[in-house]
Every structure is written in structure tokens, then in C-alpha cells.
């Protein structure tokens, strides 16, 4: 049977990371029916099918070939250490893994672990960075519900993920370091592809980057004086050369760029202090270079 040419995409089915990654498939053009109880999800208008499956999963589906593309925490591609190229960073999904210790421990520095028991669901990254800092530890794998292992007497200490760090203090831990920063990635099978699929994902890509961008950017309005065209345009850190309009009053324009959402914060004191008013922001679905 000759290999379909339709991209296969792996996705969390269920997971900190299935929202999102939905939301910028639909944001970038894609076009499908209701997900959530499907494994294999096809795209009306793109040639590409979705495969959802469990976020531990993944990295080897793409490594053996079974999905072209994956969308994948950071840390679970590490954990297992396949054998795939990372493509690009998603810039959502973020959080660390950390050492976390019981409050009002005697651990108050990673030596203090030397010989400890650690509960964590990643064994691999936990030995390696202890291993890194000339440590020896015993792991305690534990799916789901590290943070109880110490009050049980399973482990001394844990290594999870964390986000805001509300789950640790919620059960008497503290963070004591960070392990591993993670997100979420778009990783690609290291196996050889079509032309046809990796035309595929060159447009994929490009779809990606312009939502990515989009969402660091904000398009922004104002309006000033004519005469302090030039030192606004020299304020404005735009990606091209502002759009400049004619107002009613001929001696006021109207500006129009786009500026990274950062750096607005940082110059709207100095757009006014140029002239300029009425300064508005809107937000940028998409953009393309």
C-alpha cells in the first residue's frame, strides 16, 4: 500500500496543552468538526489530519514516522529523549519542573537531597540533573499526584511540573530549584518525507509564524500633529515604515503601525510627549511578512 501524503499531526487529546493548540489551528485557517470524543480528526480545507492521543505518546508517534508533525510539551520529548527535530517554540504551555521540599525541612539546598528519595513522574531529567550536580538519588516513579508522595512517606522530596506554584504551597511544599524549563514545541519525525508533505509543512509553517507573530505584535493608531511626523516615526519601533493618512485638519495626520505589545508600554510616554493623541491599540489576528 503506497504511504498517505496526508500530514499527520499529532496533538494532546486531553491536557494543559489541548486548548490552546486547538485555538491556533482554528486561528490559522483550519477547519474541522468537533474533536473531542475522535481520535482522527481531518481538516475540511488543509490536507492534513489530526491524531489525538495522550501528550506521553507523542514524541514517539513522530519519532516512528506514525505522525509527521506533533505538537508536545518540552519536557515530554526530553523526558523520553526521541528522536525528532524541534521545529519551533509555540510560546505557550510554559511552566518548570522543580525540585519542591516539604515546608520547614532540614533540605534547604540540592546537596541536602544527596541520597534521598525523589517522587516524580520524570525519572530521566530528574537522575540526569542530579547526576549534572554530582548528586545521587533514588527515584520514585508516580504518576499523577506528586506532591502528596512526601506527606505519605513515599519520597522525600518531589521533582513536578509547575505552573503558578499553588499546588506545592496547597500541600506544605516549597520550591527549592528548577529543573527544567519547559513549552510547548512543534517537533517533525526525523524520517524522510515526500516532497508533497514537506511542501506541506513549509505552509504550515508559515501559517504558524504569522499567528505567533500576530500575537506579540498590536496595530496602533494615533493621531499628531504634522510636524512631529518625524520624531514619532523615530519613537515607534514599527516593522515597516508607518502608514501616514491626511485628517480633516491640515495640520494633523493620522498614524498607523504595528509595534511589538511590549515595547508600546514603553514609548506611549514619549508618543505623547511628541503630540500625539488619541492613541489606540487593537489586537492582530494574523500577519504575514
Known amino acids: ?68 508533525l506533533g505538537f508536545v510539551g518540552a519536557n515530554v520529548t526530553a523526558e523520553v529523549g526521541a528522536d525528532v527535530t524541534v521545529l519551533r517554540d ?71 511540573l509547575v505552573s503558578t506554584g499553588g499546588t506545592l504551597k496547597a500541600n506544605g511544599l516549597e520550591e527549592l530549584t528548577v529543573v527544567f524549563r519547559s513549552e510547548a514545541q512543534l517537533i517533525r519525525t526525523n524520517r524522510p518525507l515526500s516532497q508533497r508533505k514537506s511542501d506541506l509543512i513549509d505552509k504550515f509553517l508559515v501559517r504558524i509564524g504569522g499567528s505567533q507573530l500576530a500575537e506579540r505584535s498590536r496595530y496602533i493608531l494615533m493621531n499628531a500633529p504634522k510636524s512631529a511626523l518625524g520624531s514619532i516615526t523615530g519613537i515607534i519601533p514599527a516593522l515597516k515604515s508607518p502608514t501616514v493618512l491626511p485628517l480633516a485638519d491640515p495640520d494633523m495626520i493620522a498614524i498607523h503601525s504595528v509595534i511589538p505589545i511590549h515595547q508600546f508600554w514603553e514609548v506611549m510616554e514619549e508618543l505623547k510627549a511628541a503630540g500625539a493623541t488619541g492613541i489606540v491599540i487593537l489586537p492582530i489576528e494574523n500577519m504575514i511578512l
Open 1 to 68: 500500500m503506497e504511504p498517505t501524503q496526508t500530514l499527520r499531526i499529532a496533538i494532546q487529546k486531553s491536557g494543559r496543552l489541548t486548548d490552546k493548540t486547538i485555538r491556533l489551528l482554528q486561528n490559522i485557517g483550519l477547519v474541522f468538526d468537533g474533536y473531542k470524543d475522535r481520535l482522527i480528526v481531518p481538516i475540511q480545507n488543509f490536507d492534513v489530519e489530526l491524531l489525538l492521543i495522550r501528550d506521553d505518546d507523542i514524541p514517539e508517534y513522530v519519532q516512528d514516522g506514525v505522525c509527521d
Open 90 to 160: 509555540m510560546e505557550y504551555g510554559r511552566c518548570r519542573l522543580s525540585i519542591a521540599v516539604p515546608k520547614n525541612s532540614r533540605f534547604r539546598t540540592p546537596q541536602d537531597l544527596d541520597g534521598c528519595r525523589i517522587a516524580t513522574s520524570y525519572p530521566n531529567l530528574t537522575h540526569a540533573w542530579f547526576r549534572g550536580q554530582g548528586l545521587s538519588v533514588q527515584t520514585v516513579k508516580i504518576n499523577g499526584a506528586v506532591e502528596i508522595a512526601p506527606r505519605l512517606d513515599v519520597a522525600d522530596a518531589i521533582c513536578d
